[in-house]
């Protein structure tokens, strides 16, 4: 597996490109703005994509979906709990920066469990609410695309509409209790591991009591 990490968009959100050496088959996590950039990447290392996979579907996440979609004929992943935020009019808290939205219809929606394979990886969806209600982990082999649920040290925000900050502790709570260690990579800023969030980060420790 190779993942390619792309900072993307007004807030820097991480785009993550995910693929198989051997088939150049791929997944992009989180398009979330700047789709030249990212339709350049996937066209170096001559990809084909046969997923668009969002962790959530906040404005900063979904800007380039369209574009990505147009341009590489992938099916489009979305959280179930968070079909209601691809409207129009669910953006217009946003309209300043999701200028050039297009709505797209998912291809696949996303529930608790759902997996979608590509080359030789398999992409299996965890839902974690608390950010957004479809608010999702997406686990491939040893890494956490975890979106704007975990952060490094961090937590995602749970005030916009949508949001709930005693489910969020619940999601922390599943993925403190998940087994062994995984590789963190969040929606934006630096990534981790989930041995070091079990450590430092306040809110997973307030999550399972401590």
Request: negative net charge; hydrophobic residues 35%.
């Amino acid at each position: 597996m190779k993942i390619m990490q792309l900072c993307v968009g007004a807030v820097a959100t991480n785009c993550y490109i995910v693929y198989d050496e051997n088939s150049r088959e791929a997944a992009v996590i989180d398009p979330g703005d700047n789709a030249p950039s990212i339709l350049h990447a996937i066209a170096e290392e001559k990809l084909t994509v046969k997923y668009v996979l969002l962790t959530h579907a906040h404005f900063d996440h979904i800007l380039a979906a369209h574009e990505v979609l147009e341009k590489t004929g992938a099916k489009y992943v979305v959280p179930e709990g968070d079909l209601w935020l691809l409207k129009h009019e669910n953006m217009r808290p946003f309209r300043a920066l999701a200028r050039g939205y297009v709505e797209d219809t998912p291809d696949i929606v996303a529930t608790e469990g759902t997996q979608v394979t590509f080359g030789n990886l398999t992409a299996s969806y965890m839902n974690t609410p608390g950010h957004t209600p479809g608010s999702s982990v997406i686990q491939i082999e040893d890494c956490l695309f975890t979106g704007d649920t975990l952060f490094r040290h961090e937590c995602g925000r749970c005030d916009l509409e949508g949001g709930d900050f005693g489910q969020m502790l619940h999601s922390l709570k599943r993925l403190h209790d998940l087994e062994g260690d995984y590789k963190v990579l969040p929606g934006h800023e630096g990534l981790s591991t989930l041995s070091e969030e079990r450590v430092a980060n306040s809110y997973m420790l307030q999550a399972v009591g401590k």
